[in-house]
Every structure is written in structure tokens, then in C-alpha cells.
């Protein structure tokens, strides 16, 4: 999961208790919503709007995180913004990528054209 640790978002793990607490890494920032490969040392995540990974234009990545040689890929650029706006930003669209049962393929949703669209990429080349 993501949570602040001394004024910076970082990606943590422990227990449903809360036990086993961990840094996962100290120089990837944490970010949206993340989801680790159960059998590589790698996170898929996205971010909101207004995270500092996120382009400022309404765009966002879907990340993939290398926790081995703390390296970071931008897999791809997808709007989010969508095309209306509510003052209370109930209709957000979160990217929410998510492995499919298989782990190769990622799910995730977006907006390109302003309107919410599910999007699968297959990532069996980069794992």
C-alpha cells in the first residue's frame, strides 16, 4: 500500500495486523493505487491527478515499478480527465490497474476521448 512516511508517499507492506511493517523502497515514490506481482519483485501502479508522478494535463501512468534495481517504467500515458467535471469529483476515473489471474496481462480504465474506457496491456515481454 502507499502511505506518507515522513512527508513522502513510499510504497509499504505489512501484515493485516500491522506487524512486518516495511519500506518497500526508499527512492521509488508510492502513488495511486499499487498491486504486486505475486511471483516478481515488480509493482503495477497508477496515480491521481494530482500526484507528483501524474503530467499536470490530465494525463497519468501506469507504472511499473522494479523493486530489484529500483528502477521505474512509464508503461503508458492515459487521460483520466474526463471531458465534465462535478465539483465533488464523484465521477473521477482512477486507473485502478489490476494483474489478471495469469499475471502477464494488466487491466485498467481511462478516458482518451473523455469518455471512461477499460484498457488490457500484456506485459509478458518486460516481466
Not at 469518455?115 to 516481466?127: G, H, M, S, W
Amino acid at each position: 500500500m502507499n502511505l506518507n512516511v515522513e512527508g513522502t508517499m513510499r510504497l509499504v507492506k505489512a501484515k493485516y495486523d500491522g506487524t512486518g511493517f516495511q519500506i518497500m523502497s526508499d527512492q521509488l515514490l508510492g502513488s495511486g493505487h499499487p498491486t504486486l506481482h505475486p511471483r516478481k519483485n515488480v509493482v503495477v501502479t497508477d496515480s491521481y491527478l494530482k500526484e507528483p508522478c501524474a503530467y499536470g494535463d490530465g494525463t497519468t501512468p501506469i507504472r511499473l515499478l522494479c523493486l530489484d534495481d529500483q528502477t521505474e517504467q512509464a508503461l503508458v500515458r492515459i487521460r483520466t480527465r474526463l471531458t465534465f467535471a462535478d465539483s465533488e469529483n464523484l465521477l473521477r476515473v482512477d486507473p485502478h490497474p489490476a494483474w489478471d489471474r495469469t499475471f502477464r496481462y494488466v487491466v485498467f480504465n481511462g478516458c482518451p476521448t473523455g469518455e471512461r474506457q477499460v484498457f488490457i496491456a500484456d506485459l509478458q515481454a518486460l516481466l
